[in-house]
């Protein structure tokens, strides 16, 4: 019996593993504060993925007529790294390139990218969070001085009178969390700002909330009229904005232009509706004696060309109203990956070193070049955003060798033709997995991991919390933790730094690492997370209690005050035209997690929800003849899926919805654009333009440029 | 390294809503800043959004929140009023300083129209008599304010946005308030008479006061204060404060002295430029072009990004043509909705209209469509609807193909309702975060779990979210009542099965689902 956490997205519901009925080993729910003993199908299934009947359990090696093989390990690190070399040798170090992903621990994560900048040396390294997480990442470092997506405990929003979500299904993505929202419900405050009305819009009804069903890509400009309105009608929290903000003259007048009217005619939703929610808003702010106000963002909002600038306006609307930094109020940036916040912390961004240390800063150079025994002058420079790098790849001047870890770029990427390209393209792909992903598919070498429950490890979950994760079962003979790949490809590299394989070893040196950054987790040890107790970063002392609160002192700025930044929407990188007049949203069904690499292949969740799906409304299905028996393909000037249509007044008639866990024809992200934010570097894919068609019963339902790249 | 070359200078002559667009619009084009751009203010006031006015006499907005943002790299001088263009020197004498442009851009504005009626035949440029006010400034509008407090009756002159949402606005504020208009109904210029007149019927209800087909013939005045206004009916209103709201006037008077073409506004071709000296444009409510004068703020915006297009592009990319057709016009009036855009049933040109009149409620909803397009819609009372179909304006292939359902989008769409226990059908999820059916639980049910615990545990139902706890818990009861005796006896010959502990947590605490 073993005490750990589901190994999927980042409420990190704990669980316990225990053999079940049939003496398989078999999940059930913990009591825990941020599941409070629930759990959703994907946690109890998760044991199912132990024994996944495609698990690789040995080196595959492609050969020269595209077959996989299987070698030992020895010759597939030997020729690994010795391919490294050569091309090393001949292209400059840049030329490999690592990504990484939000699922990996932080273990995996701090070493993955040790590993990048002192073995292989390249300043190309970045990770899937980039898709996840960036602009808020971004826009809480600008406000705020630093990023927690949570700087409070899931628990704190059960006391709120109002609770604004942005762009988050979490009815869906994590549904345990819906729990903390029965208090706001009870006091009807929950506002779902969503073009669909999800599963968690749904939880607005019968007077527990409303549900703002904008246009896609507008929610910017619906949080500048309602900051307009909390300003124009004095609802503002003026001491707060005084003590502790700057920059509230530029906000003010920037939103001077964003009058509710106006607003109304952006985002579809009626002025006295806009007015109501900022009144009620206020009236649950601390300043005008509520009981607190939360303002939490999801990727709905986050995922645009102006992401990091909406969660400002966000951020800014929080501000106003004196939420942050006061107990039971604030802003947040809800966390999808599961460890999407440590997975960010530790190294893997193009910019940063571990601790969320800047990569150009001297200083922070200099004390991780230390804790690596490495001169300062030999770590790399800072190097691009993961959009940037993918469509880099095996182009003259880009990288010509890929390590992937945790990620599955073919079906999780924008624009994924073309990153499917690039990936072909490459001298040497390589893919460490524990089942053949899409990606794994196009590698070169795959070489096979362990999985969660096979492993030790911490996560940091949603809400700033390191958690551990720990070993179940015996992993299956011939796999490896990452931790022993990057120590044997380091070997062989003439890696002058120690790689440790021990995960405590690891996180004792994480910490060093980390220790003095912005996410500091000197103190946190083990010893201490074994013992049960709940530690938030920053936590930079054994003595020192953790933080599960930030902001309560001051703002991590060096005058201790939050940074107003103003803000304006750009606009749609891809907009309308009468070719492509429908808007595209994509997001997540509740039994799939992420690439689906993991979940399609647990029965019972592909069984409940086995494919793709467009969701269309009815008025929008009779304009293009579509009555919700036939496959539909929804096109743009990327490229198409074809799926199953499924007729709903969920959604906005001008809009359609697909999820994204699936592959091959039915991969929505052939369809979505690539054009990302200047800031974060994060796509846009939650809004595109498409032309929506029905397939024909008869005729074939393929193009066949859809055809998946395979070498 | 070479000489950086000299930079580009633009002045705009007026520091309103469009001047600074356009300053915005040019600072964020010109990525290498090879422009300089001067913004003069005649007002000392911050640049402000004007449209915004008339919530200041509503007491909905404080002056603050007015303020417009001062665009990065562009310069503004306040208080700085220009009296004269020299051509010949490109340069403009603001306070004796001859200020050089390369290009000059008149952002003007306009002028209230103050009509020269006896009681109001001073000189252009005298204070109007006490307690007569026009709204075009800040100033305007704190007059307003501060007049509004011991005011008991007011006129508004004008039935147009401006008169309507100032008589609302003071009628907030406890005036009653008289709306007069030559024109037969409000808004004459957005609506047709059928909305018209039922926007006079709200704002009726609001305690506003309309007379239609009535001109000011005059007004009076005693100890220096106005007390009424004559119509050219022979009626009188008593009236101790009168908003002047008839329309506004191109500000045009630099221009003709500049020697420029003036008509009703600045003559401009659809480059913008002035007719008579292409390094002179016109932009916003000063100007006059090929398609007229614009008097709203969205075409004043188009004209001033399409000029920062040209002049930052040079001849890159196509002229913008300036189209001041189907702006929208929305109303700002606390407890009045309106919003018009596009073409009306009166110039539907052929074009497909369905109205909706509702005058109980004061209800007026009108759609426009030429084919698989909404090219025109009128919204009153319905505001809601208003959003939901200006967002749809002028974007074909997504309008319904049975245009009905455009008035009434949720008429006739049944809403998936939970329903009972007892008469949900058995394919409906309970429990979604595991996927559980009522044919699951009525299967548990049947296989011994005869009790909410005992269905958690067997198909997870309740375990995700907790939110059909309570639903579980009515079919449950449900079950019991309707097959009490088969209930008891299969529970008992059945116990629990696997690890209870959690469930049982989970059903202590209390049920998330409202109403349970």
Redesign the interface.
Known sequence: MTDTHCPYCALQCAM?L?P??DGDLAA????FPTN??????KG?TSADLLRTADRITAPLRRDPDGRFVEVSWDDALDEIAARVSKLQDAHGRDTVAVFGGGGLTNEKAYLLGKFARTVLRTRFIDYNGRFCMSSAAAAGNRAFGIDRGMPFPLTDLGGADAVLLLGSNL??TM?????H??GV??RGGLVVVDPRRS?TAR?CD???GEHLPL?PGTDLTLLLGLT?IV????LADADFLVERTNGL??V??????W????V??????????LRRIARQLAAASPSRGGAGAYVLTGRGAEQHVDGTDTVTAAINLALCLGLPGRVGSGYGCITGQGNGQGGREHGQKSDQLPGYRMIDDPSAREHVAAVWGVEPDSLPGKGVPAVDLLMRLGTDDGPRALFVHGSNLVVSAPDARTVTERLASLDLLVVCDFVPSETALLADFILPTTQWAEEEGTMTSLEGRVIRRRAAVTPPAGVRSELDILAGLGARLGAAVALPTDPREVFDELRRASAGGRADYAGISYARLDAGEALYWPCPTEEHAGTPRLFAEGFAHGDGRARMV?VSPRGRDDD?T?ES??FLVTGRV??HYQSGAQTRRVRRLND?APAAYVELH???A??LGIEGVEEVRVTSSRGSMVAQARIS?DIR??TVFAPFHFAGLARINSVTNAATDPISGMPEFKVCAVAVEAVGPTGPSVHPELEEVAR | MTRQPRRTRVVVVGAGMVGIRFAEEVARADREGRFEVLVLGEEAYEPYNRILLTELVAGRADLASLALARPDGVTVRLAARVQEIDREARTVQVDGEAIPYDHLVLATGAQARVLRVPGLDGDPGDPLPGGVFVLRSVDDARGITAAALNAKRAVVVGGGPLGVEAACGMRLRGVAVDVISFAGHLLDRDLDPEPGRLLAAAVGDLGVTFHGNAALAGVTHSDGHVDGVGLDDGRTLAADLVVLAAGAVPETALAAAAGLEVAHGIVVGDDLATTVDPAVFAIGDCAQTPSGVSGLVAPGWEQARALAQRLVHGEIGEPVPVVLAGAAMRLKAAGVSLVSMGRKASNADGARVLTMSDPYARRYVEVVLDGDELVGMTCLGAAELSSTLSVQFGRPGVVPLDPLQLLAPSAGQADAAAGSPTTMPGSTTVCRCNGVTKRDLVKAWEGGACSVDALATTTRATTGCGGCTSLVRGICDWLQTSDPDDGVSTRSARSTSGDGVSQVEVLDREPVVKGA
């Open positions: 316990r225990a079940g009925a059930s729910p913990r009591e409070r003993g629930g759990m959703c199908q109890w009815a869906d549904p345990p969390a819906v729990q929202l029965g419900r009870e599963a939880l019968d007077g527990a246009v307009h300003l124009a009608e004095g003259d530029d003010r007048r920037s939103v001077a232009a009058w509710p009217e106006r109304a005619s952006v985002t579809g939703i009626d002025e006295g509706r103003a309308l009468r007049p429908i509740l039994q409940a009815p008025q929008l009779a304009r007044a008639p001008d």
